[in-house]
C-alpha cells in the first residue's frame, strides 16, 4: 500500500528549515528516502530500519517511528540544490520491493 | 560506490514495434532486480521484480506478455515492450540490490521511451 507523503509541495528561501513527513498505514520494516530532479533518476539519501532510527546527512536528516509507522525527512539551511521533488520509499519487510509515496516538490528560491 | 546503467537513455519508435532496455549492475552482483515506470509529475511505479534465472514477479495490472523481463544474469537484467503504443510512452528506471549490501536499492539514469 502506497505510503501518504505530506506536504504535496513546498517553497522555501535559501537557509530556511522543512519537513517532509512519510506515513503508512502497515507496518513498517524499512524507509528510505530519495530526491529526484526533473528528467533524472531518484537519487538515494538515506535508508532508515526499523528500531527508531535517526540519520543525519550534512544539513538533512531524518527519523524513523517504528510504533506510529511515521518517518519525517529535516532539510535544515536549505540550499538551491535541493530543490527537486523527494519520494519516500517503504518495505514491509526485508528484501521486498520498495513502495514509493506520491512525493513531495521542493522548490528552493533565492 | 554501485553504480547501475541503463541503455538507452531515450528512444523513440513508431507504434507497434518493439524496444528492449537494458539495466546492468557495473560493480557488482544484482540478486534483484526492479523495473519502475514514472510518468510526468507522478511517482514510481513498481512494475516486476525479477530475479537472476528465475521469473519476473509482475504487479496487478502489468502485462506479462507486453512488457517482458529477463534477468539472465547477475549483472543484466532487460525490459523489451512489445508492440508498443503511445499510451505506453513513459519514463522507464530499473535498480537492483545485492544481498550482501544490505537493504538499499541503487537506481538506473532511466530510460524515456516515446512511442509515435
Known amino acids: 500500500q502506497q505510503p501518504v507523503q505530506s506536504p504535496q509541495a513546498v517553497i522555501l528561501r535559501e537557509g530556511e528549515d522543512a519537513v517532509i513527513n512519510c506515513s503508512s498505514s502497515?507496518?513498517?520494516?524499512?524507509v528510505h528516502w530519495y530526491r529526484q530532479k526533473h528528467g533524472e533518476a531518484p537519487v538515494f539519501l538515506m535508508i532508515l530500519l526499523k528500531g527508531g532510527e535517526q540519520k543525519g546527512h550534512e544539513k538533512i536528516s531524518a527519523s524513523f517511528n517504528e510504533k506510529k509507522q511515521q518517518s519525517s525527512l529535516y532539510l535544515t539551511a536549505s540550499q538551491l540544490s535541493y530543490s527537486g521533488t523527494y519520494f519516500c520509499?517503504?518495505?514491509?519487510?526485508?528484501?521486498?520491493?520498495?513502495?514509493f509515496g506520491k512525493g513531495t516538490r521542493l522548490s528552493v528560491i533565492a | 560506490g554501485a553504480v547501475v546503467s541503463q541503455h538507452p537513455s531515450w528512444v523513440i519508435c513508431k507504434s507497434g514495434t518493439s524496444v528492449k532496455i537494458e539495466c546492468r549492475s557495473l560493480d557488482f552482483q544484482a540478486t534483484t532486480m526492479f523495473w519502475y515506470r514514472q510518468f510526468p509529475k507522478q511517482s514510481l511505479m513498481l512494475m516486476a521484480t525479477?530475479?537472476?534465472?528465475?521469473?519476473?514477479?509482475?504487479e496487478q495490472g502489468v502485462e506479462k506478455d507486453k512488457f517482458l523481463i529477463n534477468h539472465a544474469s547477475l549483472t543484466l537484467s532487460t525490459l523489451t515492450v512489445t508492440s508498443a503504443h503511445p499510451e505506453d510512452s513513459s519514463f522507464y528506471i530499473c535498480?537492483?540490490?545485492?544481498?550482501?549490501?544490505?537493504?538499499?536499492?541503487?537506481f538506473g539514469p532511466g530510460t524515456r521511451l516515446t512511442v509515435l
Open positions: 525479477s530475479n537472476e534465472g528465475s521469473k519476473a514477479t509482475y
Open positions: 535498480s537492483a540490490r545485492d544481498a550482501l549490501r544490505g537493504n538499499e536499492q541503487f
Open positions: 520509499g517503504t518495505e514491509s519487510s526485508g528484501n521486498t520491493p520498495l513502495v
Open positions: 502497515k507496518a513498517l520494516y524499512s
